[in-house]
């Protein structure tokens, strides 16, 4: 496995390229929040799952979900998802994390 990373400076930075880079019409995407950073993995090579890229931030965030507003680049923790007009991302703390293990290993 082999891991490319893209480093942030907040997790609104994180917010706003997930937003940007999303499928249209996909509004909700997962989100980890793992031993320190904010995280998320994108695929590079989906045929082979050999390669991906991890975009983070230094941080944490509660497991829930967060509306995020592209226009004002502020997030805010919600109880659901409610409008099209918004992205939501699903915030997770896994207990273990492999993937998540193996990158942050490599990046210190």
Not at 19 to 47: C, D, E, H, Q, R
Request: hydrophobic share 35%; no cysteine; net charge negative.
């Amino acid at each position: 496995m082999q891991v490319e990373y893209e480093e942030f400076d907040t997790i609104e930075d994180i917010f706003l390229y997930m937003a940007s880079a999303a499928p249209p019409m996909k509004n909700t995407m997962p989100i980890n929040s793992y031993k320190g950073y904010v995280m998320a993995f994108i695929p590079l090579s989906p045929s082979t799952g050999d390669t991906y890229l991890m975009i983070y931030a230094k941080g944490t965030l509660e497991s829930g979900i967060y509306e995020f507003d592209v226009s004002s680049k502020s997030f805010k923790r919600v109880n659901g998802i409610e409008r099209a007009d918004k992205n939501y991302f699903i915030s997770l703390t896994p207990k273990r994390n492999t993937i998540a293990d193996k990158a942050i290993e490599n990046l210190n």
